[in-house]
């Protein structure tokens, strides 16, 4: 008992990042769980950083000063964040307790704080100024290549930023992906725009296996954008494009999937795409299927979404 009065929150995470469990994780939840984990520990609360507190004696209304503090960073309204920050300490905490190093988590009975669903979607003419002003400087086209494919193929940017030229099969224009968050398979056809922007970067920049790899200072690295270096190129570029600072990166999923929606695509095969399981009350149990989705992407473009190039 005297050790597990002794272990702090740093420890909890700690021990939590050696876990099975963690390392199990896809690279992607490995990479965001450690993020916002290391966002907690480095949460002064109280007059004290976080991880350096007791966990076992940690109160409620302590935890619940944390997550404020996630919720509000920077003067800005950050609750879906601070979600994310406090879904991830929950996870490590509850280890800690599998495996006796403490006894109680306070993270699991603190009060979220409610917000309304992001629905911002970019205008065509929007994605076209972005893309044309990424894909002007060599700095920014691997950020420029992940934009588009998250676009066109309505996926999330942790799964486009950490693609392999392995994934695609460059005879049948195929991509093949695993989905990070649910696990779900799709297969994704590349129209002749993308088939091309492929092409072009495995003749470029093949040496190395990720489609869309770090560029610093105008050299190709072998390593893949991480979150917050992808968000902060993306913003360079949304600035010298003059778009409006409202638009998020993240957006692209949620815009490619509203112009299949306003396209007429049935939602069976927009769901082949983007790789949801439950679309609430029709056809819960359809699979994606590369005829399906491709169905959806020849409707999509016929419609005019889709090709920007």
């Known amino acids: ?7 702090t929150v740093q420890n909890v995470a700690r021990d939590y990042f050696g876990s099975l469990a ?26 004290q950083l976080l991880g350096y507190m007791k966990a076992n004696t940690l109160r409620i209304p302590t935890a619940q000063k944390a997550y404020h503090r996630w919720a509000e960073r920077k003067g800005k309204k950050t609750i879906p964040f601070a979600n994310h920050v406090k879904a991830s300490m929950n996870k490590a905490f509850n280890h800690a307790i599998q495996v006796g190093l403490i006894e109680n988590n ?26 044309q002003t990424a894909y002007d400087k060599f700095e920014y086209r691997s950020v420029g290549v992940i934009f588009h494919l998250m676009y066109v ?73 991480c ?19 409202d638009l998020w990166i993240m957006d692209m999923r949620r815009t490619g999937t509203t112009e299949m929606v306003e396209a007429g695509v049935p939602i069976g095969q927009i769901m082949s795409v983007t790789g949801h399981a439950n679309p609430q009350s029709l056809k819960p149990y359809m ?23």
């Open 1 to 7: 008992m005297e050790v597990m009065r002794n272990i």
């Open 22 to 47: 963690y390392r199990n994780l896809s690279d992607v939840s490995k990479q965001s769980y450690a993020y916002n984990i290391e966002t907690a520990l480095n949460t002064r609360v109280e007059g």
């Open 106 to 131: 306070p993270f699991s009975k603190i009060t979220l704080l409610s917000h309304n669903p992001r629905k911002k979607v970019w205008q065509g003419d929007q994605v076209r100024k972005f893309l």
């Open 153 to 225: 193929w309505c996926q999330r940017p942790g799964d486009i930023r950490l693609l392999t030229f392995d994934q695609y099969d460059f005879d049948k224009k195929v991509l093949t992906l695993q989905q990070s968050k649910r696990r779900a398979e799709v297969y994704l056809p590349a129209n002749d725009e993308i088939h091309k922007i492929l092409v072009q970067q495995k003749e470029d920049i093949g040496f190395q296996k990720y489609v869309a790899p770090k560029i610093i200072r105008g050299e190709v690295t072998s390593e893949p954008y």
């Open 227 to 245: 979150k917050i270096t992808l968000g902060t190129k993306a913003r360079k570029i949304r600035e010298e494009a003059g778009l409006p600072s």
């Open 287 to 309: 699979k994606n299927t590369l005829t399906s989705a491709t169905e959806a992407c020849r409707l999509r473009l016929k419609a005019g979404g889709g090709g920007i190039l």
